[in-house]
């Protein structure tokens, strides 16, 4: 018995569950701009909510599996916030294992999102774009040299616009330009997370086929770079709110400016050292949760 939960915890620790709050958080932001302009489904919302954190664990356990055939979690050095799960390579989870929990949590993932294409034909094109990211992810599309785009797309537009979506009245083909300049923020922000954590698995990537921004730019060059996403991610906030297109309340998202500068300075210095680069790592999580939440809350004080 204590061997049977010893193993349902193990696969629980391989979804990677302290990285799915990114997830409420990028459909908080969708929900709050529905709110904002007179949209609520408490139901929806639930369900909304189950089907993107499936997709999360999907792409988390798929990721790891598809990591480990590669033989790039071999090589990876690990840290807190990058290098995957590290179960496989330990033997505390077999592949197969791995595989059936990513697979079976986007199939019951997709059966939720069928729900919502019956009522919203609109979200086809978003639900399916979906689940080629999650399942091409790691095989295909580490391959292209952008990869940081695509999770940066799936965790900003299609998360947050298609949370939107699901508040509107059912059948409803609208899609509101706010929803879409929320989306822009939470997109910049988690592709650049992907990319901060890229450079510590530069090395063990190189080796194994990725090919990803940090690669195509070098370690120091990824550092400045990452900073200046940092600077897109926040322009898109201000600039919507100079033209009235968003909320002035959502200005609240800056908050997290002192946090992102003293990442930002972490890893101009320590790009090339990946022990003195872990603070900056986490402060750069931070800045990603926090931002977006911050916009959430924004919304939902103008809507008031």
Same mark, same amino acid.
């Given at each position: ?8 915890? #193990? ?9 799915? @709050? ?88 997709? $059966? $939720? !999102? ?19 990211? #999650? ?29 939107? #979506? ?13 929803? #879409? ?27 194994? !086929?990725?090919?990803?921004?940090? $690669?195509?730019? !070098? ?39 002192? $946090? ?12 090339? =050292? ?8 986490? =402060?750069?999580? @931070? ?18």
């Amino acid at each position: 018995m204590e061997l049977e939960m010893s193993k349902k915890k #193990i696969m629980f620790l391989e979804t990677r569950p302290q990285f799915l @709050l990114l997830t409420p958080v990028c459909v908080s932001v969708g929900f709050a701009a529905a709110v904002y302009e007179g949209y609520f489904n408490g139901l929806h919302l639930v369900l909304a909510l189950i089907g993107a954190l499936l997709a999360h664990i999907s792409v988390n356990v798929l990721n790891d599996y598809f990591d480990y055939k590669r033989g790039t979690d071999l090589l990876t050095v690990k840290t807190p916030f990058s290098g995957g799960s590290g179960f496989l390579p330990q033997g505390l989870v077999k592949p197969e294992d791995a595989f059936k929990l990513g697979f079976g949590s986007l199939i019951i993932g997709l $059966i $939720i !999102g069928a729900y919502f294409i019956y009522n919203y034909p609109v979200l086809l094109p978003i639900v399916a774009l979906a689940a080629f990211l #999650i399942y091409a992810y790691t095989p295909l599309l580490t391959k292209v040299g952008i990869t940081e785009v695509f999770p940066g797309l799936g965790f900003g537009p299609l998360m947050v616009i298609g949370a939107y #979506i699901t508040q509107l009245p059912v059948g409803s083909f609208h899609i509101s330009p706010t929803a #879409i300049l929320a989306s822009v923020p939470a997109g910049i922000l988690v592709s650049n997370l992907l990319f901060l954590n890229e450079i510590p698995d530069y090395d063990a990537d190189l080796k194994t !086929g990725r090919k990803h921004g940090v $690669i195509l730019l !070098g370690k120091k060059r990824s550092s400045r770079a990452y900073v200046l996403f940092l600077a897109l991610a926040y322009a898109s906030i201000v600039i919507p709110v100079i033209l009235n297109l968003l909320p002035l309340y959502a200005l609240l998202g800056l908050a997290t400016i002192p $946090i992102a500068v003293k990442a930002s300075k972490g890893v101009l210095k320590n790009f090339d =050292q990946t022990d003195k680069l872990v603070p900056s790592l986490g =402060q750069n999580v @931070l800045v990603v949760l926090a931002t977006p939440a911050l916009v959430t809350i924004g919304f939902l004080i103008a809507a008031i």
